[in-house]
């Protein structure tokens, strides 16, 4: 299932003429729900996608990367342009209509499964990072 959801986006990524950098290294069995797993994936990578579609081509950029040991932690950045905000939680904010509904069921997720998410911007590049123990 989660080949399936990178599979799709990395060829819609592709598509648009974004570079993506994967290193995935998922165990056997994930410590979360798959399926779950798989919504989020889905949401972080559609909305890096969507940051990074209006930069010029050479701008577009983003890295994947996913760790099981000693914790598990995946992990998405891409380059953008113009300001990001973020509400009193630190919780990225959408001025964009219609958009947000993706963050909320990540959020939904963590909350469910007892996991962090941590949302930031650093050096040009907007960051997500799930944390499991």
Known sequence: ???????????????????????????????????????????????????VSSL???KRVIHCKCIH???F?????NSYDGEVLFDE?????????GHGI?????LAYCEKYNVICDYRTEDGWFIMQIFQS
Do not use: C
């Open 1 to 51: 299932m989660l080949d399936a959801v990178f599979a799709s986006y990395f060829q819609i990524a592709e598509a648009e003429g974004i570079k993506i950098t994967a290193d995935m290294d998922l165990p056997k069995k994930l410590p979360v729900d798959a399926a779950a797993f798989s919504i989020v994936i889905a949401n972080a990578l559609e909305n890096a996608i969507h940051a």
């Open 56 to 58: 010029p081509e050479d």
């Open 69 to 71: 040991y000693p914790q």
């Open 73 to 77: 932690i995946f992990h998405v950045s």
């Open 89 to 97: 939680e630190n919780i990225p904010i959408s001025k964009e209509g």
């Open 102 to 106: 993706g963050t909320a069921s990540s």
